[in-house]
């Protein structure tokens, strides 16, 4: 177990795309582990260093709202990024009403999170490289709002706020127990970029993430 922190972030919207919903974004009904711990790469990441996960507190009611975005179906080629660069006189936009495609998005609204999580050292980590340092530059880079990239809450289009939480975690709304059924843990970069699942469960507002994974729910 390496050093641990207590994060607060919240947010007027944010979206955790269920994969099994293809096209169409449907968020889950609370953040997920990997978008928790992005957000913390966001503000402090190193090589040496991996976040952990440990609990999420849930502290607003679950709501959503149900919004329709016009998106694109492709991106620019790089090829004609590399002619621009070079000062050829290329189209750098879509034009065609063929590459544009209205879609529905189901959002949390309002949402609030404490994240609990520790980060452990690398295989990476060089003989400078202690715990204690690296957990006194990232207390100080979350007490001062600075971050690498701005965080965001599932998508890049709902930033989120944050704060170091240093006192007792403020008790959630939530009450009783709620089985979140299966739920995108991260992203296995090693296997070929498999999915990872485990299945959730809230009590109490909170999210244990490591008794969830401990109880064998991981797939």
Known sequence: MGFGICLKVWGDYACFTRPEMKVE????????????????????WKPAICWKIDRIHVMNRIAYDNIRRNEVLGKIPAAKVKSALKGK??????DSNEARVQRASLLLRDVCYCIEAHFELTEKAGPD???EKHYNIALRRMRRGQCFHHPYLGCREFPARFELIEGTVPPSCHTGERDLGFMLYDIDFADDMRPVFFRARMVDGVIDVRECLGAGGVS
């Open 25 to 44: 974004r449907v968020s889950y009904d609370v953040m997920t582990p990997s978008a928790a711990r992005g957000i913390l790469e966001a503000i402090y």
């Open 89 to 94: 006189d290329v189209q750098l936009y879509q």
């Open 129 to 131: 490289d202690t715990p």
